[in-house]
């Protein structure tokens, strides 16, 4: 095993091996079983046939005048209950990600008659994305900070957002309804 330290590490080195992964191993694998194939398009499974529809979607996002990137910078100007670090950071979102491909997984697997089109998994996958950047990088912060966040997202974001209203972006989750993809809803709130 070998360990570098953060500094050594760009942020753009850093995207690039999670979009790969993302591409090549099968969320499905533990990491001792991982190995990047190089596969024909015939031969892929399922899962890393969305996985790499997924990564080609968020790609752009994550370019270095991307979403991601402006996300990033925002956050670090802001006051965390916890140090924020970038690593943490960008840890917590692609565990999100991958979450969110898993969750379109599941839903193939459970609809394998009528899986999510392209169109659905970018829908979905866009929206998710937004998700994750709100609780990744402001998640342990206070709610006017989150909800600082939220706007800051909303006045550089091209993925549609729900309405504006008195209501922060991070009070919705983005969720499949039974019969398609409802993109975003209000969490019940206790």
């Not at 999100?96 to 998994?121: A, C, K, T, W």
């Not at 504006?164 to 209000?186: A, G, H, Q």
Request: charged content about 25%; proline content about 5%.
């Amino acid at each position: 095993m070998v360990w570098f330290s953060e500094d050594v590490l760009s942020t753009e080195m850093i995207f690039e091996n999670f979009i790969n992964r993302l591409r090549h191993l099968s969320l499905d694998e533990g990491e001792e079983e991982a190995n990047f194939k190089k596969e024909k398009e015939e031969d892929m499974s399922p899962a890393i046939k969305v996985q790499r529809e997924t990564a080609s979607i968020l790609q752009p996002f994550f370019a270095p005048d991307g979403l991601v990137v402006r996300c990033l910078e925002f956050a670090t100007q802001q006051e965390h209950i916890m140090d924020f670090t970038r690593l943490r950071a960008l840890n917590s979102l692609f565990s999100m990600m991958n979450q969110g491909v898993r969750n379109i997984l599941q839903y193939n697997h459970s609809h394998s008659d009528f899986p999510l089109p392209p169109e659905q998994v970018d829908h979905y996958i866009q929206r998710y994305l937004v998700y994750a950047l709100l609780w990744s990088f402001a998640g342990d912060a206070k709610l006017k900070v989150r909800s600082d966040f939220g706007d800051f997202i909303r006045s550089i974001a091209t993925i549609p957002l729900p309405p504006t209203s008195n209501m922060p972006i991070i009070d919705y989750e983005v969720k499949f309804s039974k019969k398609s993809c409802r993109i975003w809803l209000i969490l019940d709130l206790i």
